[in-house]
C-alpha cells in the first residue's frame, strides 16, 4: 500500500536541504552577513505555505511504487518536492512585487519586510538558482539528470509566458475588457498555473523511478492540465462565492480586474446593458462597484454555471484515468489521489 506524506515529515527534510545550499554558498566565500541574509530568504519564502505541490512528489513515487518509500527513497522524493517549492518561492516572491501585494501567508510579502525592499528581485534569483544546485547535488549520478534539468527549465518558461499574458491582459490599472476571452484566460490558466502545480511533481515522481516514458509523460500532461485548468477555475468560483472563514481571504478578483473566469463567463451571455455594468464596476477599487458586479453574477447565474461546468470536467477527467494504460507503470491512482484532493473543495 501507498503512504501518504505528512506536512512535518516533509518540512524536516528541509533544514539538510538550507544546510547543502549553504556550504554551497560557502565554497565562494560568501561574507557571514550576505550568508546570513541568503538563509533567511531561504527561511521565509520556501516555509510556512502548504506544501501541497512538494508532498505530491513523494505521494506520487509511493503510490507508483505501491508501498511506502524507504529512507532513502523518501529523502530523494521530497527532496524533489523542496525544489517545486523553491520554484514557488522563486515566482511567488517575484509576483508580489509585480502585483504590489501587501501579504503573502498571513504575514508582510518579502519585499515589503524592513530593510528587504528591491533586494527581494536578486534573492528571487538566488531562490531559482538554488534548485539546479541541489539538483547537482543529489542527482548529478541520476541516469534522468538532464531532463530534470530540462523540466524545470521548461516549466519555469511556461510559468513565466503565462504569467506575460496575465500582465498585459488584465493590469490593475487599465481596465479593457475587450481584452479577455475564454481563450485568452485558458492561456494563462494552463502555463501559470497548471503545469508547474500538477504536471511538474508527477513527471518529477516519473523520472525520478526512471519510467517517464513518453507515453507516460503524454497520459500525466493529458490529465493534468486539465486537472489544473479546474483548480483554477474553482480558485476563481471561490473567490467570489466561497465563504471568507472558508477560503482565509476575502476575495479580490474584481476589484484587481482579475481575467477570471466569472467575468470572461460573464461577458459571454451579457445583454448589452449588462456589459454596461460590466464596464463600469469591474476592476474598480470601490466596494459599490465590487457589489454590483457580484449582483450582475447573481442575475447571470454563475454560480450554477460553474456547478454544471465542474460536474461535466470532472466526469470528463475521470474517463481519462479509467483508460490510463498502466503497463508502463504509470498508475491511475496517482491521478485519483490529484482529483480527490480538489474536487468539491470549499477552500
Same mark, same amino acid.
Request: proline residues 4%.
Given at each position: 500500500?501507498?503512504?501518504?506524506?505528512?506536512?512535518?515529515?516533509?518540512?524536516?527534510?528541509?533544514?539538510?536541504?538550507?544546510?547543502?545550499?549553504?556550504?554551497?554558498?560557502?565554497?565562494?566565500?560568501?561574507?557571514?552577513?550576505?550568508?546570513?541574509?541568503?538563509?533567511?530568504?531561504?527561511?521565509?519564502?520556501?516555509?510556512?505555505?502548504?506544501?501541497?505541490?512538494?508532498?505530491?512528489?513523494?505521494?506520487?513515487?509511493?503510490?507508483?511504487?505501491?508501498?511506502?518509500?524507504?529512507?532513502?527513497?523518501?529523502?530523494?522524493?521530497?527532496?524533489?518536492?523542496?525544489?517545486?517549492?523553491?520554484?514557488?518561492?522563486?515566482?511567488?516572491?517575484s509576483d508580489d512585487i509585480m502585483d504590489s501585494s501587501i501579504?503573502?501567508?498571513?504575514?508582510?510579502?518579502?519585499?515589503?519586510?524592513?530593510?528587504?525592499?528591491? =533586494? *527581494?528581485?536578486?534573492?528571487?534569483?538566488?531562490?531559482?538558482?538554488? #534548485?539546479?544546485?541541489? !539538483?547537482?547535488? $543529489? @542527482?548529478?549520478?541520476?541516469?534522468?539528470?538532464?531532463?530534470?534539468?530540462?523540466?524545470?527549465?521548461?516549466?519555469?518558461?511556461?510559468?513565466?509566458?503565462?504569467?506575460?499574458?496575465?500582465?498585459?491582459?488584465?493590469?490593475?490599472?487599465?481596465?479593457?475588457?475587450?481584452?479577455?476571452?475564454?481563450?485568452?484566460?485558458?492561456?494563462?490558466?494552463?502555463?501559470?498555473?497548471?503545469?508547474?502545480?500538477?504536471?511538474?511533481?508527477?513527471?518529477?515522481?516519473?523520472?525520478?523511478?526512471? =519510467? *517517464?516514458?513518453?507515453?507516460?509523460?503524454?497520459?500525466?500532461?493529458? #490529465?493534468?492540465?486539465? !486537472?489544473?485548468? $479546474? @483548480?483554477?477555475?474553482?480558485?476563481?468560483?471561490?473567490?467570489?462565492?466561497?465563504?471568507?472563514?472558508?477560503?482565509?481571504?476575502?476575495?479580490?478578483?474584481?476589484?484587481?480586474?482579475?481575467?477570471?473566469?466569472?467575468?470572461?463567463?460573464?461577458?459571454?451571455?451579457?445583454?448589452?446593458?449588462?456589459?454596461?455594468?460590466?464596464?463600469?464596476?469591474?476592476?474598480?477599487?470601490?466596494?459599490?462597484?465590487?457589489?454590483?458586479?457580484?449582483?450582475l453574477y447573481d442575475e447571470l447565474k454563475l454560480e450554477q454555471?460553474?456547478?454544471?461546468?465542474?460536474?461535466?470536467?470532472?466526469?470528463?477527467?475521470?474517463?481519462?484515468?479509467?483508460?490510463?494504460?498502466?503497463?508502463?507503470?504509470?498508475?491511475?491512482?496517482?491521478?485519483?489521489?490529484?482529483?480527490?484532493?480538489?474536487?468539491?473543495?470549499?477552500?
Open positions: 500500500m501507498a503512504q501518504k506524506t505528512t506536512l512535518k515529515e516533509f518540512e524536516s527534510v528541509f533544514p539538510k536541504l538550507e544546510e547543502a545550499l549553504l556550504e554551497h554558498a560557502k565554497t565562494y566565500k560568501i561574507p557571514e552577513e550576505a550568508l546570513q541574509w541568503y538563509k533567511k530568504s531561504l527561511e521565509v519564502n520556501s516555509i510556512g505555505g502548504k506544501c501541497n505541490r512538494g508532498m505530491s512528489v513523494p505521494d506520487s513515487v509511493s503510490l507508483l511504487l505501491g508501498r511506502p518509500l524507504n529512507e532513502d527513497e523518501y529523502f530523494k522524493a521530497a527532496t524533489l518536492g523542496w525544489l517545486t517549492e523553491l520554484l514557488q518561492a522563486f515566482f511567488l516572491v501579504t503573502r501567508r498571513g504575514k508582510p510579502c518579502w519585499y515589503r519586510q524592513e530593510g528587504v525592499g528591491m =533586494i *527581494a528581485i536578486n534573492d528571487a534569483f538566488m531562490l531559482e538558482a538554488s #534548485i539546479y544546485n541541489l !539538483l547537482k547535488k $543529489y @542527482f548529478r549520478d541520476h541516469p534522468c539528470y538532464v531532463n530534470f534539468l530540462e523540466l524545470f527549465h521548461d516549466v519555469t518558461f511556461q510559468t513565466e509566458i503565462g504569467q506575460l499574458c496575465d500582465l498585459i491582459t488584465a493590469p490593475e490599472d487599465n481596465v479593457n475588457l475587450d481584452n479577455f476571452s475564454m481563450e485568452k484566460y485558458r492561456f494563462i490558466v494552463i502555463y501559470k498555473t497548471a503545469y508547474y502545480s500538477f504536471y511538474l511533481p508527477v513527471a518529477l515522481a516519473l523520472y525520478m523511478l526512471n =519510467i *517517464a516514458t513518453p507515453q507516460n509523460l503524454k497520459q500525466a500532461e493529458d #490529465i493534468l492540465i486539465p !486537472l489544473g485548468e $479546474y @483548480f483554477q477555475v474553482q480558485d476563481d468560483y471561490l473567490d467570489n462565492f466561497g465563504l471568507p472563514e472558508h477560503i482565509g481571504k476575502i476575495g479580490t478578483d474584481i476589484m484587481d480586474n482579475k481575467c477570471s473566469w466569472l467575468v470572461n463567463q460573464a461577458l459571454t451571455i451579457v445583454t448589452p446593458e449588462q456589459r454596461r455594468v460590466l464596464e463600469e464596476n469591474y476592476g474598480r477599487k470601490d466596494k459599490d462597484k465590487e457589489a454590483a458586479v457580484k449582483k454555471r460553474y456547478k454544471d461546468y465542474e460536474e461535466k470536467v470532472v466526469g470528463d477527467i475521470r474517463g481519462m484515468i479509467a483508460k490510463v494504460d498502466e503497463t508502463q507503470g504509470l498508475k491511475k491512482g496517482v491521478f485519483e489521489t490529484f482529483l480527490d484532493k480538489i474536487y468539491k473543495r470549499s477552500k
